[in-house]
């Protein structure tokens, strides 16, 4: 997977908003494994995935999802979102080393 910017924090945050807590997990394991999939095709082809992108999560999650604003962090649900986003992320780089 590309390098995990501010951006895919908040597409991913703000995807999950829209799906109920206690599905999160599985949704940005799904997610990861999109992006990741999509960034060794790009290296493979030099092209983008046709579906999921340049192999950033963010990619992989618009092609589900419509782009919507980002919501402000003073939103408690947006911001458990964020958190779950962010520590899904460390959980799968650490299984990726």
Do not use: Q
């Not at 990741?36 to 095709?41: E, G, I, L, S, V």
């Not at 963010?58 to 604003?69: E, G, H, N, T």
């Not at 964020?82 to 520590?87: G, I």
Request: proline share 6%; glycine share 6%; with cysteine.
């Amino acid at each position: 997977m590309r390098e995990f910017t501010h951006g895919d924090a908040v597409a991913a945050a703000a995807a999950l908003r829209t799906r109920s807590p206690e599905t999160w997990e599985g949704w940005l394991a799904d997610y990861l494994d999109r992006a990741h999939a999509a960034d060794r095709f790009r290296k493979r082809t030099g092209r983008v995935h046709p579906c999921w992108g340049n192999g950033s999560l963010m990619s992989a999650i618009l092609c589900d999802m419509p782009v919507w604003p980002e919501p402000r962090l003073s939103d408690p649900d947006y911001a458990e979102a964020l958190v779950a986003a962010l520590e899904a992320l460390i959980r799968w780089r650490r299984r990726e080393l």
